[in-house]
């Protein structure tokens, strides 16, 4: 199975501020999807962009994803405290199977 | 909005003694899966279920582990002879069409 690895690994911003996280990950992939964790509790699925995809949108998320540097981002616009959790990245290819697996993440905190 | 559902939210147990952790996916959804998460480490997968067998396991999943969807409604992990080391966050989720998995909030197992 294929891990992502984000990048930083915290990040500390003011609210109303934009956050950007990166992921990286080994091999050719299907699919990239990007997961929210608040402290403690289940994983949020936040957004999915298939390897055809560039650049997708989802509310206050864009997601954009280079297959050649084999790497995607996630930017959170005009964040919120609300938003302060770990980010993870969850690649998949032909070879990963059912599962999802996780890096350490990035941890990111919205000050108020 | 549908989401799946955890029981207990805390389990404590002694050492030697089986607890079974309960979930109830998605209803329309086809995929089951468990996962762990030890404090302060990643979350790792444990086992995938589809069409009512194990599809999927990692190494954590040995022989004191098992899974059943008993009925139509809940998908359950039994740990036969908890360790100390079985102490973790146990978190189900599932999925329509084995993409995007959708967790429940967690079942917090503390083993003395």
Redesign the interface.
Known sequence: ?QQGEEDPQALSIQEGENATMNCSYKTSIN?L?WYR?NS??????LI?IRSNEREKHSGRLRVTLDTSKKSSSLLITASRAADTASY?CAP?SETS?????????TQLTVNP | EPE?TQTPSHQVTQMGQEVILRCVPISNHL?F?W?RQILGQ????LV?F?NNEI??K?EIFDDQFSVERPDGSNFTLKIRSTKLEDSA?Y?C?SSWG?????????T?LLVL
């Open positions: 199975s699919n999807q964790q403690g509790r289940g994983l949020v699925h999915l993870f998949r199977g059912s599962r999802l697996t996780f890096g350490e993440g | 799946v995929y899966y996962y990643k979350v790792e997968f995938s589809y599809s999927e990692s966050m978190f989720a084995g993409e995007t998995q959708y967790f429940g909030p967690g917090r």
